[in-house]
């Protein structure tokens, strides 16, 4: 039966993008144009853009955006979310604050939405006002999803704290917020925490998600916790019933190559139910590069190139690093020869900061920056300040 009611079609707009089925969705969209509903249906509209967003034509969503009449908030909503979720925070964040312009009120899914594209783009002081803003206007967090998104933002741009002390407030809390924060901790060198709240999580009832378990897993392989994380990683099926993706193999094999058990990581690849990423070789390739295992640096090293991926910069740095480390200078002039003939480089160095809400970024030897000669010249201050006191404190 073809559809003629206009609130059909976001339910089936939905329905292309879980799918996913791209042209379907074109399909239904030319029929809604054929219908006349198309300048009237702003709920189909707000569909349609999350669909382009979802499928990655964020052009055709905004284009659609503009031309909705009596724009609502869902249809801000929907362009910040499309704007987040194809990797262009500020975008997103600049489409909030043309919302605020507009004068129209947020909700609970912008807020989110806008608080997502925060933590992506380490717009942290951006997301605190957001917070402020929030508290004063009464959304505090017993709403779930908002401070499940704070405590991310907080977690990924270092103020675990801060993330720690949402959590807390918490009056209702899901496995998404628990999955934040444990993987806050893990990421910040507070594995021993993580491990500790994962085990609160499961004596509250909470079944862990094969995110929880990533998380988890990988403060295990931060701490070395070789026995722990092998116990978690064989309770994932027996007790948690969750299916053990291949991130969750890089995890053991990340942990055990950290820990230096080289063998053991091999065996475990080898019982893989399906074949060794890129990811994982390359991790191994690291911790061999790490313990100096010359053989398993060197097997790493040849699966990694058989994975069919293109191998990065810092792949042939760490193998020629490796063989240099054992005086194999052929082999270090072999490697850097494969680097050059496909066109790679060792990529320099970067740091960024946020002040005043913008983003700045600096790359090693890197003078474009606009207040590039202001910083040099405080640089020289420092350094001579600092080169003075060192003399004093020898006299």
């Known amino acids: 039966m073809p559809l003629r009611d206009a609130h059909t079609f976001p339910l089936a707009f939905k329905l292309c993008s879980l799918l996913p089925a791209f042209a379907e969705a074109v399909s239904l969209h030319a029929h809604l144009v054929k219908l006349g509903l198309a300048a009237t249906s702003v709920h189909s509209l707000n569909a349609l853009v999350t669909l382009y967003s979802n499928f990655g034509h964020l052009d055709l969503a905004r284009q659609l955006f503009d031309r909705i009449p009596g724009r609502t908030v869902s249809s801000w909503s929907a362009m910040i979310a499309g704007y987040d979720r194809n990797a262009q925070p500020r975008e997103a964040l600049f489409t909030f604050l043309g919302m605020l312009e507009a004068g129209v009120s947020h909700d609970e899914a912008a807020l989110v939405s806008t608080i997502a594209a925060c933590t992506h783009g380490g717009c942290l002081e951006f997301g605190k006002a957001i917070h402020a803003c929030a508290t004063v206007y009464g959304l505090g967090l017993e709403s779930v999803g908002f401070a499940t998104a704070l405590v991310d933002l907080y977690a990924k741009c270092g103020e675990v704290d801060s993330a720690r002390e949402v959590f807390e407030r918490m009056t209702q809390r899901n496995v998404l917020s628990w999955s934040a924060m444990i993987g806050g901790l893990a990421t910040h060198g507070r594995a021993p925490e993580a491990i500790k709240l994962f085990d609160e999580m499961v004596e509250a009832g909470v079944r862990p998600t094969s995110v929880t378990m990533t998380n988890v897993l990988s403060a295990c392989s931060h701490v070395g916790l070789v ?169």
Not at 277 to 304: N, P, Q, V
Not at 359 to 387: C, P, Q, W, Y
Request: one cysteine or more.
């Open 227 to 395: 026995d722990q994380g092998l116990r978690l990683f064989k309770l994932m099926k027996e007790e948690y019933g969750t299916e053990p993706r291949v991130e969750h193999c890089g995890c053991v094999v990340d942990l055990l190559g950290r820990a230096g058990l080289f063998h053991q990581a091999r065996e475990f690849i080898s019982t893989m139910p399906t074949p060794a990423t890129a990811a994982i070789w390359r991790s191994l390739l690291g911790a061999a590069c790490t313990h100096g295992d010359l053989d398993t640096g060197r097997l790493a090293g040849e699966r990694l190139a058989a994975t069919g991926e293109q191998m990065v910069a810092g792949d042939y740095v760490m193998l020629a690093n490796l063989y240099a480390r054992f005086g194999l200078w052929e082999e270090v002039g072999r490697v850097r020869t494969e680097m050059n003939d496909v066109g790679l480089r060792k990529v320099a160095g970067f740091s960024s900061v946020e002040v005043d809400g913008e983003l700045h970024r600096f790359v090693m030897g890197d003078r474009s920056h606009r207040e590039a000669k202001r910083i040099h010249e405080v640089l020289r201050l420092l350094n001579s300040e600092l080169t003075d006191q060192e003399a004093s404190s020898f006299h």
